[in-house]
């Protein structure tokens, strides 16, 4: 069984500039979550989708966050503006309605 | 309330020794308190769950201790070995909301020395 996909794997960009990231959940799942994990620290819940739908994002700074899974599969996120402290690893997540959650390996973002 | 505490943040044992991580918690509706093994460059993954109907539960080398009074828990890795070494995750979960996501401690980097 394929796990879940994410791309790109690194991202270097400047402050202010956008970025997004993609995510492609094991086939089935219906809840896909993105996390942020900062260098040192436990992953930190940015939003919840089961299918298209959100369930939750009260941690998602949405002035420049935004997210959307569009046809309830695969995932994006944007940061627009960047600020250097959205430096971290970006980690998406897959899981049946209440199951166990699969990892992604993560997008490591970088903002000079 | 979210919060999940654990310690220690760095962790170094001889191969064969036993490798132990603690967390706390103050949420009394966490029911579900996974643990989760991280090597560099991968995701977490999942190593071992516990209910808090139950005090104890073993798979292979790995054990969760559960105290529901105290609201702690923690991981026993016994007869550590090399491949052991990664950054270790506890984690709570509150059930009862449709959210039911996942709270995270801020992880013991675990190594094993030969």
């Known amino acids: ?112 | 309330q979210q919060q999940v505490k654990q310690s220690p943040q760095s962790l170094i044992v001889q191969k064969g020794g036993i490798s132990i991580i603690n967390c706390a918690y103050e949420n009394t509706a966490f029911d579900y308190f996974p643990w989760y093994q991280q090597f560099p460059g991968k995701g977490p993954a999942l190593l071992i769950a516990i209910r808090p109907d139950v005090s104890e539960k073993k798979e292979g080398r790995f054990t969760i201790s559960f105290n529901k009074s105290a609201k702690q828990f923690s991981l026993h890795i016994m007869d550590s070995q090399p491949g052991d070494s990664a950054t270790y995750f506890c984690a709570a979960r509150d059930s009862s909301g449709s959210a039911r996501q996942l709270t995270f401690g801020s992880g013991t980097q675990l190594t094993v020395l030969p």
């Open chain 1, 1 to 112: 069984e394929a796990g879940v996909a994410q791309s790109p794997r690194y991202k270097i960009i400047e402050k202010r500039q956008s970025v997004a990231f993609w995510c492609n959940p094991i086939s089935g799942h219906a809840t896909l979550y993105w996390y942020q994990q900062i260098l040192g620290q436990g992953p930190k819940l940015l939003i919840q989708f089961q299918n298209n739908g959100v369930v939750d994002d009260s941690q998602l700074p949405k002035d420049r966050f935004s997210a959307e899974r569009l046809k309830g599969v695969d995932s994006t996120l944007k940061i627009q503006p960047a600020k250097l402290e959205d430096s971290a690893v970006y980690l998406c997540a897959s899981s049946l309605v209440g199951g166990e959650q699969f990892f992604g390996p993560g997008t490591r973002l970088t903002v000079l």
